[in-house]
């Protein structure tokens, strides 16, 4: 089965009098639908547009992987556990919650800065923060090995997995019988073999989900 999701669909949140402008992809905050709310550990894909020195004070998280990519602009991160980092365009900010960290998102850049932030729930809970910055085109949460996050360029075909999440960051792909331009998201549930098709520069992410497995009770 294959959702289609138009970027004009998702709720507007931010700030945008502080130079914050927010999409949400699911329940967020005071927006709650009770009919989205996550696929698979997803629970959440946040595109953030901030205007130069505007971001988001220190705030906390706890029990929660953070996978960010940065699409335009510098992103400044200072944590809790000691880590001050500038992620830029084509890197990935990975980022384990564990028991609780605190830590504070800027735009450390001169012009805009867009990024993609996504939430996912941890298959193990507990532990001390973890973080890191990466470069490529694959990225596996810290606490999460049952999804994977992959960046396609072009034309591909999607792995096969109980849930995938496409979500195209520039240009315009087409899965089967669909075409997504830039913002839209494809959530495809036990669909196998499915082919990416580009015609012309793109930028997709591609989460590769798994259900979290539980203790039996």
Do not use: K
Request: aromatic share 8%; hydrophobic share 40%.
């Amino acid at each position: 089965m294959i959702d289609v999701r138009r970027g004009g669909q998702r709720y507007a949140g931010g700030d945008p009098a502080a130079g914050i402008e927010t999409l949400h992809a699911f329940s967020f905050g005071s927006h709650y639908d009770p009919g989205n709310l996550r696929f698979g550990p997803l629970m959440a894909c946040n595109e953030e547009r901030l205007a130069p020195g505007a971001g988001f004070a220190e705030h906390p998280h706890g029990g929660v992987e953070i996978v960010t990519w940065v699409i335009e602009g510098e992103l400044g991160h200072r944590d809790s556990a000691g880590h001050e980092t500038v992620v830029r365009a084509g890197e990935a900010q990975l980022l384990s919650a564990g028991d609780g960290v605190r830590h504070v998102e800027r735009n450390a850049g001169e012009g805009p800065l867009r990024f993609l932030q996504m939430w996912l729930e941890p298959a193990v809970f507990g532990g001390g923060p973890r973080y890191g910055v990466e470069h490529g085109t694959r990225f596996v949460p810290f606490r999460q090995p049952h999804a994977a996050l992959s960046v396609g360029r072009g034309p591909g075909e999607l792995p096969a997995a109980p849930f995938v999440y496409v979500h195209v960051v520039r240009g315009s792909v087409r899965l089967g019988d669909e075409t997504l331009e830039a913002g839209d998201a494809a959530r495809l549930t036990d669909e196998e073999g499915l082919l990416v098709r580009a015609a012309g520069p793109v930028e997709y992410l591609v989460w590769e989900l798994r259900p979290v497995p539980r203790d039996p009770a």
